[in-house]
């Protein structure tokens, strides 16, 4: 592939990729499922740099990181429609602010929707999702729903872009606390974008690695195998040339036949050094050859002066069929080198493959332990009953809040505690 193509062929990726509309969830006819006294719907999960504004904006501009709600409706049958329902709410959080989703009462079962005994507290709205704002931004977590009128079949969530002003780990979740909603689905999409694209959090420093491989690595590669290619066409012209020359006048040009032999002699060097350095790892699993450069340049002179006699002896001038006997003392030492060549790249070919294997293993090892990591997004997924992930919070009566001028809603120190402990082992 020659330069010129892979450069193409760059512009043409890039056009297409400006042209990509975003990192967009899409919810075609999706079921609620029930986790506790609460019917959960988990939107999605993406890792989000922070924006560049602090402001909330409904038409955020490219350069801003966002999540928006797009024509998002949730549907229900038409025989369930004879009534007003509780709000279907949609939960945006970030994975440190978790602990704030949820709450139970006296230390007692937890719940993620709010009870008719939590509601007589006055900490929560009955049939509503338990949360209370974060202590490190108050305008988390993002909490807002639509509820069906009487006839309604569908409701839909108003349009809403939710700048994101801290770097983290932002899980969304549809939650209703109504049973009479049975067979509730939610259509529409939402979409997340990063400040610099539409990739998710964790795939974004693919596009700089890869991109850098290709420029830094594969990019000069290619202008070696081009350099091979162009070789080759010299060396085929010169031939041509002495052997036209040769074919009218009878002599045979020196000259003509002492370029074409070089051409062919050099082409020849540089294809061996370079399947030798690939097959030693440069440019995927070792940035430079390091200490072997030397012996590298070494190996690939000895070759080129052993070729290059030989093949000036066997045709500068020669006008005979048979070869002379000084060719077979030439052949040797080219022959020998080229042995080296293959063993050495074989053998160097080998040790890559096996570094490779080990690095996949390691990074397979460290993909498991990074997708399985505690991002929050798994908690409503454990069972039906209890949901472990988002920590439960002990609700006090008014007058022990009054005394310890608690909150609403505050999370145990033992349970936060035990989860952390957890979280380490795992």
Same mark, same amino acid.
């Given at each position: 592939?020659?330069?010129? $193509? ?44 922070? =924006?560049?504004?602090?402001? #909330? ?5 490219? *350069? ?19 009534? &007003? ?5 949609? +939960? ?7 602990? #704030? ?6 230390? @007692?079962?937890? /719940? ?13 709205? !009955?049939?509503?999702? %338990?949360?209370?704002? &974060? ?14 009128? %009487? ?23 549809? %939650? ?27 795939? /974004? ?29 010299? !060396? ?25 032999? $070089? ?20 440019? +995927? ?5 390091? @200490? ?25 001038? /020669?006008?005979?069929?048979?070869? @002379? ?22 053998? =160097? ?21 990074? *997708? ?6 798994? !908690? ?13 919070? &002990? ?6 809040? =009054?005394?310890?001028? /608690?909150?609403?809603?505050? #999370?145990?120190?033992?349970? &936060? ?10």
């Amino acid at each position: 592939m020659s330069p010129i $193509t892979v450069t193409v062929l760059s512009i043409l990726l890039l056009m297409i990729s400006l042209h990509t509309e975003a990192s967009v969830h899409h919810y075609k006819g999706e079921s609620f499922s029930a986790k506790g006294n609460a019917f959960v719907f988990h939107g999605g999960s993406e890792g989000i740099y922070s =924006s560049t504004l602090n402001d #909330t904006s409904f038409s955020p501009s490219i *350069a801003d990181s966002f999540i928006r709600f797009d024509k998002v409706t949730f549907r229900r049958n038409k025989e369930l429609s004879n009534f &007003s329902s509780w709000p279907v709410q949609a +939960v945006v959080f970030e994975v440190e602010d978790r602990e #704030t989703i949820g709450g139970s009462a006296y230390g @007692g079962q937890r /719940a993620v929707c709010c009870t008719g005994d939590l509601a007589k507290l006055g900490v929560c709205n !009955e049939g509503q999702v %338990i949360h209370r704002r &974060s202590t490190v931004n108050s305008d988390w977590p993002q909490v807002y729903g639509v509820a069906f009128n %009487i006839d309604d079949e569908v409701a839909e969530l108003p349009l809403k872009s939710i700048q994101i002003t801290k770097t983290g780990m932002y899980n969304l979740y549809f %939650i209703h606390c109504d049973p009479r909603l049975k067979e509730l689905v939610v259509e529409g999409k939402t979409v997340w974008k990063n400040p610099s694209g539409y990739l998710p959090g964790r795939m /974004a420093p693919m596009k700089i690695f890869f991109q850098f491989i290709f420029w830094k690595e594969v990019f000069p590669l290619q202008n070696c195998i081009t350099l091979v290619i162009t070789l080759g066409m010299f !060396e085929m012209a010169f031939w041509y040339f002495d052997y036209a020359e040769f074919s009218e006048t009878g002599i045979r040009p020196t000259g003509t036949t002492v370029w074409a032999v $070089t051409f062919g002699t050099v082409k020849k060097t540089v294809a061996r050094l370079i399947i030798l350095i690939v097959s030693m790892g440069y440019g +995927v699993v070792r940035p430079t050859l390091g @200490g072997l450069t030397s012996k590298v340049i070494m190996l690939g002179g000895t070759f080129f002066v052993a070729s290059e006699v030989l093949e000036l002896v066997e045709h500068v001038g /020669a006008i005979s069929d048979l070869s @002379g006997k000084a060719k077979l003392f030439l052949v040797l030492p080219a022959a020998v080198l080229d042995v080296f060549f293959i063993l050495w790249i074989f053998t =160097s070919l080998s040790a890559t493959l096996n570094k490779l294997q080990l690095w996949l293993y390691l990074w397979d090892g460290y993909a498991m332990r990074y *997708a399985y990591r505690d991002d929050g997004s798994e !908690e409503f997924d454990r069972d039906d009953t209890t949901l472990t992930l988002i920590k439960p919070s &002990s609700i006090l009566p008014k007058d022990v809040r =009054s005394v310890t001028d /608690a909150r609403p809603v505050q #999370t145990s120190n033992e349970n &936060s505690n035990d989860d952390l402990e957890e979280d380490k082992r795992e």
